[in-house]
Each structure stands twice: as C-alpha cells, then as structure tokens.
T-cell receptor
Framework: NAGVMQNPRHLVRRRGQEARLRCSPM?????VYWYRQLPEEGLKFMVY????????ESGMPKERFSAEFPKEGPSILRIQQVVRGDSAAYFCASSLFRGQANYGYTFGSGTRLTVV | TQLLEQSPQFLSIQEGENLTVYCNSSSVFSSLQWYRQEPGEGPVLLVTVVTGGEVKKLKRLTFQFGDARKDSSLHITAAQPGDTGLYLC?????????FGKGTHLIIQP
C-alpha cells in the first residue's frame, strides 16, 4: 500500500441517487479525514474518523451525508439523494496517530463526483 | 473561525521569472504547511514551518513563516513549467488543518 487509495476516481450520479466514496488509508493508519473541494475554493474539512468512531463531524452537512470507518475495510463517505450542489472533488487523508497535523497529511487522489 | 487568505488568487508568468505568493491570517497557528496540487490529484505536502521567522528552502522554493506565526510566503526563483499547479497553505491548530483557497500558478514556456 503505497499511499492513500480512493475509489472510484470519477463518479457520475443522477439527482436523487446515492453516492458511495471509498478511502483506504495508508497501511497502519487508523485516522481518516475527509475534505471537499469545490471550484475556486480551498479544501473544506468534513469529518474525522478513527476506527469505528466518528471523532469530529463538524464540517459535515447535517442531512444526506454520513461517514463510517469500520474495523475492517475502507472508510466510506455516503451521500444520499444527491443534488447538483454535491458535485465536487472529495479527498481523503490519513494519519498514524491523532494530532499528526504538524507532520502533514497524506492525501489520496480524490473522487470527482458529478451529479447530472 | 480561522481563515487563511491567499494572494494572488491567479498568477501567470513566463518561465525563468521569480514570484512570491502569500498566505495571511488573523489567527496564530502552531505551524503552517504548504501543499502543491496538480490537476486531477490530491495535495502533496511541500513543507511545514513551525518557528516564527523560520525560513526553509526546497531547491528553488523558499518558504518563510512570519514572526507572529500568522502569515507565510512562498518565493519561487527561476520558475519552470513544472511548477505549474495550485499552491495551498494550511494552518495547523488543535482543530486540525485549515486550508486557504490557494494560488493558481501557471508558468508559461
């Protein structure tokens, strides 16, 4: 596992459908962060998860969005009943321990969601 | 809410020229990071500056952290087309990383 793996790279959904974005952290990392990037905007924090726990979801919209990081398997960002405004690039980052921000995060290549 | 303002938003210059981009905030951060993002990819960490007044060099890139740890600058000497990308600064605090909107840099051959 050379880095943070995200899939799919591109996802097209019709309005009202569900979108599932997957993130496999770097080997040994148990902390995952999801960010959303809109055109002409910086990366906006959405949620921070540790294995089986949501630590901080202050950046997550209250409705339609959910995230999980199960004991086994990748972290999933789920968007229900997508709308055009959900079209964006979604990035995942991981870290070995909490408070590693000082050392920088390793980001995946992102999933570009397009809602038509 | 901690905000990071980056300027300029867009910059297009000729190969070989020098440039400086800025990252400013009204908040103090424990450290500040610069990332570079290419189209279709995620941000890649370039440097972390920690101490007020600190200067770090990465080949033709020079990063400086303001004395009050609220602002930073990135200077590129003799820019090359390969430097083209989105440059993001991010402030580190107890809340994690707060990103600016970035500077879109285009180096024309």
């Amino acid at each position: 596992n050379a880095g943070v793996m995200q899939n799919p790279r591109h996802l097209v959904r019709r309005r009202g459908q569900e979108a599932r974005l997957r993130c496999s952290p770097m080997k040994g990392h148990s902390h995952v962060y999801w960010y959303r990037q809109l055109p002409e905007e910086g990366l906006k924090f959405m949620v921070y998860l540790q294995k089986e726990n949501i630590i901080d979801e202050s950046g997550m919209p209250k409705e339609r969005f959910s995230a999980e990081f199960p004991k086994e398997g990748p972290s999933i960002l789920r968007i229900q009943q997508v709308v055009r405004g959900d079209s964006a690039a979604y990035f995942c980052a991981s870290s070995l321990f909490r408070g590693q921000a000082n050392y920088g995060y390793t980001f995946g290549s992102g999933t570009r969601l397009t809602v038509v | 809410t901690q905000l990071l303002e980056q300027s300029p938003q867009f910059l297009s210059i000729q190969e070989g020229e020098n440039l400086t981009v800025y990252c400013n905030s009204s908040s103090v951060f424990s450290s500040l990071q610069w990332y570079r993002q290419e189209p279709g990819e995620g941000p890649v960490l370039l440097v972390t500056v920690v101490t007020g007044g600190e200067v770090k060099k990465l080949k033709r890139l020079t990063f400086q952290f303001g004395d009050a740890r609220k602002d930073s600058s990135l200077h590129i000497t003799a820019a090359q087309p390969g430097d083209t990308g989105l440059y993001l600064c991010a402030g580190v605090s107890a809340d994690g990383l707060t990103f600016g909107k970035g500077t879109h840099l285009i180096i024309q051959p």
